[in-house]
């Protein structure tokens, strides 16, 4: 009794132990996520009272956490990619793209509730924006900026 418990301890540890020092290396990823949230959150919350919407405070905050949860299940994914091809490219390529797939999604929600939360008749495209930044030595936030379509005016 005593072996087959030394025996599952040392493997659970063996396998656990880097992704415990795996997780420590992605506490600031993650507390750029908590922040990106909480502003999504808080532009969020204003969009839908300029809306008219009801506002539950309770499915607010499960969504915020659910979104948490996601970005915890992403972050992962981006961590286990850098360990399996980061090593054949000597940069963690693949994590980064991750990263910044995951990050620029909820900016474009965090721009998209306050520019209505504004009621700024404008679209701000993160990923043209973010294009630009590869293509040319000046970025052209214009070309990131559009009007936006009247939808649904029945509204």
């Not at 656990?16 to 959150?41: C, E, N, Q, R, T």
């Not at 009801?54 to 972050?75: F, M, P, Q, T």
């Not at 286990?80 to 910044?100: E, Q, R, W």
Request: with cysteine; charged share 25%; net charge positive.
């Amino acid at each position: 009794m005593g072996t087959e418990r030394n025996v599952i301890g040392g493997f659970t540890a063996t396998v656990l132990s880097p992704m415990i020092d795996g997780w420590s290396k992605l506490i600031p990823y993650i507390i750029f996520a908590i922040v990106l949230i909480l502003a999504d959150l808080r532009y969020g919350l204003k969009a839908a009272r300029k809306r008219g919407e009801e506002i539950r405070h309770s499915r607010a905050w499960r969504r915020s956490l659910n979104k948490l949860v996601d970005y915890i299940c992403w972050l992962s994914i981006s961590w286990f990619f850098g360990l399996t091809f980061g090593k054949d490219f000597g940069v963690p390529i693949i994590s980064y793209v991750v990263l910044a797939v995951i990050y620029i999604i909820e900016m474009q929600s965090i721009l998209d509730n306050y520019l209505e939360y504004k009621e700024l008749n404008k679209k701000i495209s993160v990923w043209k924006l973010f294009k630009s930044l590869f293509k040319k030595a000046e970025v052209e936030i214009e070309s990131a900026v559009e009007d936006k379509e009247a939808e649904n005016d029945g509204k």
